[in-house]
């Protein structure tokens, strides 16, 4: 097919999407989080997962993890591009599978069934450092760390089981050993 | 505890500090208090726009033209996104813009209150950053920061949005010796020599090299301009301009191959394809530029030198990046050149002269070339006599977009940077009018010509009556050819010939119109009376609407056509198969 014609030149083939963690250092002001959300939908980049939170009262500084998707091209541009903004302060990125990084993400669920499915429920739950944070005699919530695609297993897996509500955060991410990212 | 000033007074109070003296804008509600302030500060002189988008467009030709801050300042609600045009447009060309707006009162803010619009969020995406003071004492480090942020780096337009009860709010707290961040993109590390000595090596086994220098020159003042003349002497290598550089190079030297792009000339064009090593300074490969991105430039090594990082690898890979200001990059340049390889451009000559021959039989196309005629004005000569008449003069020409805008920037040769004014980047049509007046307000006593279309130059007309109150002597010079001929140009070549909606009847009678706004109007028909009109225009001391009655079936050219590499150009409608031979005769 011959393609339309157009003032623009037509799209061309872009390098291998790749999975990376961004992590962003921000002042804690209003309308930061839309700035670095505005950033990705205004240039269309992809937000898998998002989690923010203040980490230092008295410099009034958040740190953002957002989990991205996209060409090696476009990962270096949204780092640029992040890197232009005001309130920035430094950004780090990390390939999703990079061994030197420790990721998380948590996840409350609640199962509401008879007792022997919330224990079997429990028992399930065991690998991912699970907390029972509230019990019933119908239902539990139970709290677990784990990586994305574990909870996305489990998830599954607790359906049959009861599981009513699922509660989960954005990943974060942190370096092992002793170094930390300046 | 010292004197009590208001938000307001702090406002003046910084704009003093940072020696403002014309600022832009137009009043309302929300920032009476602002205007109410205006008489205690006599260094400050306050522009009346009729629009907000003309006080936008004012404010950025008053930055191209003097390298200084444009100052907006406008009311909440429709007067913010008035200015939303304008602050995008700074963006997209970055502009130094510092927009003031007025907000409804704290307490109201969120209530859907008369005049009420989020500002800061429609105009996030479209300014480096900006600010909502909620708190007085913020108002003064704010405001002085917003400066900062809209010159450093890649300059921008910032926006400081005001409530009116914090305007009226009263605090003894001015500019401490606060420390704040340095705002992101201002450069902290200086240019290594192994980058610089790494240029020069690709430079020495270069045989087909070319200059492709941007606006970025210009941003960086008048001294990079100056380097980079030098840069070209010392080396003997080719130089060619994106729209938004034409000046930083002169556009009548031998070295200079003339605009490239979409409308650029073929020489240049055929340069930046053919050629073994592309040295960007301070241009971004632009969409206009590059045509098809995986055609482009195929055999060459790439340096690119930007201020802005993310400029950088943005739309093509590059050998070498470089993230500096032009003029520093420059000066570090020129220096280890001279110092280390004074005989390059003799020792050089035969290196590059099969290089030269090869341009000189593109330029032996003569692109620019088009058929002239004594019975209409073909708009290339009416923008090529008005080149000649307005040449002995230090004169600033700003234009709208479309047709007449190519044929400014293909004919019209400029030797001076700051000298040229055009939305590039977002490409909005009534930008050179309102622009003029910003030109004119900045350069009192220079000659400033708008070559405008008569569909563009509509959509901001009102700002003649701007010109007239403040004796700002613009010109206003139509090519009228009653089309929006870019569009008919396209609809003619991509579509079939079928001119929607392109054709503007029932245009207003210019000369007329010149008059009711208390200017002069002029009309050219014939090219035999050309001549004298155009000098007649420029001996008046008055603002002009000059309405040059055009041929309306020329079309732009050289062009590149869609989805075509730079090796392809339609040279001329002769030229071309995707032209068919019927309907040569339009509409």
Not at chain 2, 371 to 395: C, F, G, M, W
Request: with cysteine; glycine share 8%.
């Amino acid at each position: 097919m011959k393609a339309p014609k157009s003032a623009y030149s037509a799209a061309i083939k872009t390098g291998k999407v790749e999975k990376h963690i961004m992590v962003i250092w921000v002042d804690n002001e209003a309308g930061v989080l839309a700035r670095v959300v505005g950033l990705f939908s205004g240039r269309g980049y992809n937000i898998e997962s998002l989690a923010v939170a203040e980490i230092d009262k008295k410099q009034k500084l958040s740190r953002i993890t957002l989990v991205t998707s996209g060409s090696p091209e476009v990962i270096s541009q949204i780092k640029k591009q992040l890197e232009k903004l005001v309130p920035v302060h430094k950004v780090a990125d990390f390939m999703r599978n990079d061994p030197k990084i420790i990721f998380r993400d948590m996840a409350l669920l609640k199962v509401i069934s008879n007792e022997k499915k919330r224990s079997k429920a429990k028992k399930l739950c065991k690998k991912f450092d699970p907390v029972v944070l509230d019990k019933s005699n119908k239902s539990i919530v139970i709290q677990v760390t784990a990586l994305r695609r574990e909870i996305d297993k489990l998830v599954n897996d607790l359906k049959p089981l009861g599981l009513a509500s699922v509660s989960r955060t954005g990943a974060v991410a942190m370096t092992r050993g002793a170094e930390i990212f300046k | 505890m010292g004197k009590l000033i208001s938000g307001a007074e702090i406002v003046f109070k910084v704009l003093e500090h940072r020696k403002v003296e014309h600022i832009f804008g137009y009043p309302g509600g929300a920032v009476l208090p602002i205007y109410d302030e205006l008489k205690n500060h006599k260094t400050i002189k306050h522009i009346l726009a009729r629009h907000e988008q003309g006080a936008g467009h004012a404010a950025e030709g008053y930055a191209r033209s003097s390298g200084k801050p444009g100052v907006m300042l406008v009311t909440s609600g429709p007067g913010a996104t008035n200015a939303v045009t304008a602050l995008t447009d700074a963006y997209m060309d970055s502009v130094p813009i510092v927009c003031i707006s007025g907000q409804v009162p704290t307490h109201l803010i969120g209530t859907d209150a008369f005049q009420e619009c989020d500002t800061t969020g429609i105009t996030r995406p479209c300014t480096k950053h900006n600010w909502l003071v909620k708190d007085v004492n913020d108002l003064a480090s704010v405001m002085d920061q917003a400066f900062d942020v809209a010159t450093s780096g890649r300059p921008g337009p910032v926006l400081v949005d005001i409530p009116k009860d914090i305007q009226f709010k009263k605090t003894n707290f001015f500019l401490k010796n606060k420390k704040y961040k340095k705002p992101n993109g201002e450069l902290r590390s200086k240019i290594s020599n192994s980058d610089i000595d790494k240029v020069i090596q690709m430079m020495k086994k270069s045989s087909k090299p070319v200059f492709y220098t941007g606006g970025g020159v210009i941003n960086s003042g008048p001294e990079a301009s100056k380097l980079l003349r030098e840069l070209v002497s010392l080396t003997g290598f080719p130089i060619t301009s994106t729209l938004q550089g034409l000046g930083a190079y002169p556009g009548d030297d031998p070295m200079f191959l003339g605009m490239l792009g979409m409308h650029g000339t073929y020489e240049a064009n055929n340069a930046m394809h053919d050629c073994d090593l592309m040295i960007n300074i301070g241009a971004r490969f632009d969409d206009r530029i590059t045509g098809k991105v995986d055609e482009f430039s195929p055999k060459s090594k790439k340096i690119h030198v930007d201020i802005d990082p993310s400029s950088i690898g943005k739309n093509i890979k590059v050998d070498l990046a470089i993230v500096s200001d032009i003029e520093s990059f420059l000066k570090s340049l020129n220096k280890r050149f001279k110092d280390k390889n004074k005989d390059f451009l003799n020792s050089n000559k035969s290196n590059t002269s099969k290089w030269w021959k090869d341009i000189d039989k593109w330029r032996q196309k003569k692109s620019l070339g088009f058929k002239n005629s004594n019975q209409v004005i073909k708009p290339q000569h009416a923008v090529q006599r008005l080149y000649e008449l307005s040449k002995h003069k230090d004169t600033y020409i700003t234009t709208e977009v479309g047709q007449h805008q190519m044929w400014a920037a293909q004919h019209y040769k400029f030797n001076k940077p700051n000298r040229w004014m055009t939305s590039g980047g977002l490409g909005t049509m009534g930008y050179g009018l309102p622009a003029a007046v910003g030109v004119q307000v900045a350069n009192p006593d220079k000659l400033v010509i708008d070559i405008a279309g008569e569909a563009s130059v509509l959509m901001t007309m009102q700002e003649m009556s701007t010109a007239v109150q403040y004796n700002l002597p613009i010109k206003i010079f139509i090519l009228n050819n009653q089309y929006m001929g870019m569009v008919r140009q396209w609809q003619e070549l991509l579509h079939e010939k079928n001119y929607s909606e392109s054709y503007t009847a029932a245009l207003p009678d210019f000369v007329k119109l010149a008059e009711a706004y208390g200017c002069v109007g002029i009309q050219a028909k014939k090219p035999d009376e050309l001549d004298e009109k155009i000098k007649e225009m420029i001996a008046i001391n008055k603002p002009v609407i000059f309405d040059c009655v055009v041929d309306p079936n020329e079309n732009c050219f050289p062009m590149i056509p869609s989805g075509k590499p730079h090796n392809q150009m339609l040279l001329g409608p002769e030229d071309d198969e995707e032209i068919s031979s019927e309907g040569k005769v339009l509409v």
